[in-house]
């Protein structure tokens, strides 16, 4: 069982602004950068955002990080067909001396 | 580009053994840690090994850890994991990935399947 709790199942329609949220504790989101990944059916995972709310180059800037405390979210603008998808985020936990990894988010885009 | 090519993968009796390795192209191997994270059919990711650039410093999971050997060959540049007495519930698509910073990976391969069945 993952102790980085996302949401299950959000939807949107094309357009539509989404957050997933990513909840934590002091001795990993609260302490430690948050990564976020998208995996698209049958691929594997791509890097989103790291360092809570960095985007590497090419990934568009529909998407944005941001963290308070121990919680973090992932914000999608602009919703498009293509950000049908898993989404996990992912940190550094101290306690554990791992990288632990949220359950996992899967988005429709209706 | 950096390509990450994961081969070894297969079916397996439980506790039997596999060796799985990952070639890394495309970057300068010795300069980056590297992991292993799987992912169990229809199910989330799970981190399972890390490794130093320089094998000193090595970290696994908790299920994971005495049974499974990372390791790397930077002259090869590939990096390797060794599963020993595996187990049903260690079926999973397996990934190789670079590690960006804070442990977490940047890029990340295909994957490979093991499949732990009788």
């Known amino acids: 069982q993952s102790v980085l709790t996302q949401p299950p199942s959000p939807s949107g329609t094309p357009g539509q602004r989404v957050t997933i949220s990513c909840s934590g504790s002091?001795?990993?989101?609260?302490?430690?950068?948050v990564y976020w990944y998208q995996q698209l059916p049958g691929t594997a995972p791509k890097l989103l955002i790291y360092?809570?709310?960095q985007r590497p180059s090419g990934v568009p800037d529909r998407f944005s990080g941001s963290k308070s405390g121990t919680s973090a979210s992932l914000t999608i603008s602009g919703l498009r067909s293509e950000d049908e998808a898993d989404y996990y985020c992912a940190a550094w936990d101290d306690s554990l001396s791992g990288v632990l990894f949220g359950g996992g988010t899967k988005l429709t885009v209706l | 580009q950096v390509q990450l090519v994961e081969s070894g993968g297969g079916l397996v009796e439980p506790g039997g053994s596999l060796r799985l390795s990952c070639a890394a192209s495309g970057f300068t191997f010795t300069e980056y840690y590297m992991s292993w994270v799987r992912q169990a059919p229809g199910k989330g990711l799970e981190w399972v090994s890390y490794i130093s650039s320089d094998d000193y410093t090595i970290y696994y999971s908790d299920s994971v850890k005495g049974r499974f050997t990372i390791s790397r060959d930077n002259a090869k540049n590939s990096l390797y994991l060794q599963m020993n007495s595996l187990r049903a519930e260690d079926t999973a698509v397996y990934y190789c990935?670079?590690?960006?910073?804070?442990?977490?990976?940047?890029?990340w391969g295909q994957g490979t399947l093991v499949t732990v069945s009788s």
């Open positions: 002091s001795s990993n989101v609260g302490r430690n950068y």
């Open positions: 360092r809570d709310n």
């Open positions: 990935a670079r590690v960006h910073e804070w442990f977490l990976p940047d890029y």
